[in-house]
């Protein structure tokens, strides 16, 4: 059975490539009002698509971008599984940055290069290719569930999840938005890291004013700010705000060489923080600052500034709550702001953080899955620093579900930046895996 879903998988790849490059070809901005037809036309391809393969497929909104459920049955008593991806993408920014038209995908070296290739079109694409090889014979009833709207927070999934909770209900939950360890090692994620974005300001003065005449008296608000900005870490990197939560992570090792090469890392760079490596970016917060207000220094007059503004986003760890790190932060800053300068403390927006326990029958066939796909390599528990939100709602909504979080990403996707990638072969493996998975999950 094995080697004939090998061969399935390999006769359908081709068609599903082109399916795919196809979808890529849709420029689903959903955060460019300018693009939200387009948005709408790669809902429509989305839905075509799984309409072809005999689903009963419609579009739906909840007041926000056009989502796909669709569903078609398998054998009678059987479980039911979800799989989940978004059609939307990031914005493509700066064209220069691409080494190929964003909206083209292109291969080079055994990738595919365009905007959404992998994030998440190639999820759709995976979903295609498990159910094309099953035809009308699944193994387990399937319910598709492809967002519009996970590049821009996902705002009405929520909504959407209570009006369709009857036809989204399902015993197995596989959401494919997250990647794989290393090419050739694959990953469940277990644990993604929540989000808080506050605005806070600094005032010193009503208004500017000269600074020879009144240096050494008036603090201005750009040194305001930064000593308050300065207590957020202690001196080894740690961020400093008490009452936040922290845990141990997977034992996992992070090789020091690739490590400077994926992070980007300019030479020379110190690693801040303690604790391994894998707990400072899954399982410890993280602050950084991510944006400032004040004056240039081209064309900067001598003047004290009145006011500072500054970004700061905090990713919380698993088994914190956004509520705790919310008033944790506004704690900390308020009793530490100097110089009695008033402080305004705003918060932007929010995302919890996520913890799967991935034990049970569900997980033991999606590790087999994995396992067989990856020609024996077992796949580890993964944990991922950034957040995704929607995953919250997932097990909020259906708590009774196993939620599986997999993913087509590699270390080298560059997902959400300039030459966005998708390693053929990877996805390959990625497609058996699922194959497989749904032929597992029905016993």
């Known amino acids: 059975m094995t080697d004939e879903l090998r061969a399935k998988v390999r006769d359908v790849l081709p068609g599903i490539r082109k399916d795919l490059e ?3 070809r849709i420029e689903s901005v959903s955060a460019d009002p300018a693009r939200a037809g387009e948005v709408q036309r790669s809902a ?3 839905a075509d698509l799984f309409a072809k393969e005999g689903f009963d497929a419609k579009i739906v909104s909840a007041g926000g971008a056009p989502a796909v459920i669709a569903h078609k049955a398998g054998p009678e008593g059987a479980p039911t599984v979800l799989l989940y991806a978004h059609h939307d993408v990031q914005p493509e920014n700066d064209h220069a940055e691409w080494d190929s038209p964003p909206y083209e995908p292109t291969e080079r070296d055994g990738r595919l290069y365009a905007r959404g290739a992998a994030d998440d079109k190639a999820g759709i694409a995976a979903h295609l290719a498990a159910v094309r090889v099953y035809g009308d014979d699944l193994p387990v009833n399937v319910t598709m569930f492809i967002e519009g709207e996970e590049e821009v927070g996902s705002d009405t999934l929520p909504a959407l999840l209570a009006a369709h909770k009857d ?3 399902a015993d197995v939950i596989v959401i ?3 990647g794989n360890w290393d090419i050739g090692e694959p990953a469940l994620t277990t644990s993604l890291r929540g989000l808080v974005r506050a605005d806070i300001e600094v005032r010193t003065l009503t208004h500017a004013v000269h600074s020879g005449m009144w240096g050494g008296l008036v603090p201005d608000a750009l040194i305001t700010l930064s000593r308050l900005i300065a207590t957020l870490h202690d001196d080894a990197g740690n961020v400093a705000i008490e009452g936040l939560h922290s845990g141990p992570a997977a034992d996992v090792e992070y090789p020091e060489e690739r490590l400077r090469a994926e992070s980007g890392a300019a030479p020379g760079i110190e690693w801040i923080g303690t604790g391994s490596t894998v707990e400072r970016l899954w399982t410890k917060p993280a602050l950084a600052i991510t944006g400032l207000d004040a004056p240039k220094v081209d064309g900067a007059s001598n003047t004290l500034t009145p006011t500072a503004r500054a970004k700061i986003s905090l990713r919380i760890a698993p088994g914190d709550t956004t509520a705790n790190a919310v008033e944790r932060l506004r704690e900390h800053l308020q009793a530490r702001v100097p110089w009695g300068a008033t402080l305004t403390f705003t918060v ?3 995302g919890e953080a996520t913890q799967i326990d991935a034990t049970g029958p569900a997980y033991d066939a999606a590790r087999a899955a994995f396992t067989e796909a990856w020609d024996g390599t077992a796949p ?4 991922v620093g950034g957040s995704i939100p929607f995953i919250a709602e997932f097990l909020e909504a259906f708590p009774q579900a196993s939620v599986l979080v997999t993913g087509v990403e590699d270390p ?4 959400h930046g ?3 990638g998708l390693h053929l072969a990877e996805f390959e493996r990625v497609c058996l895996a699922e194959t497989f998975l749904l032929r597992n999950l029905a016993g």
Do not use: W
């Open 22 to 24: 196809d979808l890529v």
């Open 44 to 46: 429509e391809a989305v």
């Open 167 to 169: 036809e989204l209900a």
């Open 176 to 178: 494919a938005d997250s």
């Open 348 to 350: 932007v927006d929010t």
């Open 380 to 383: 580890i528990d993964m944990g």
């Open 412 to 415: 080298d996707t560059r997902a």
């Open 418 to 420: 300039a030459n966005e």
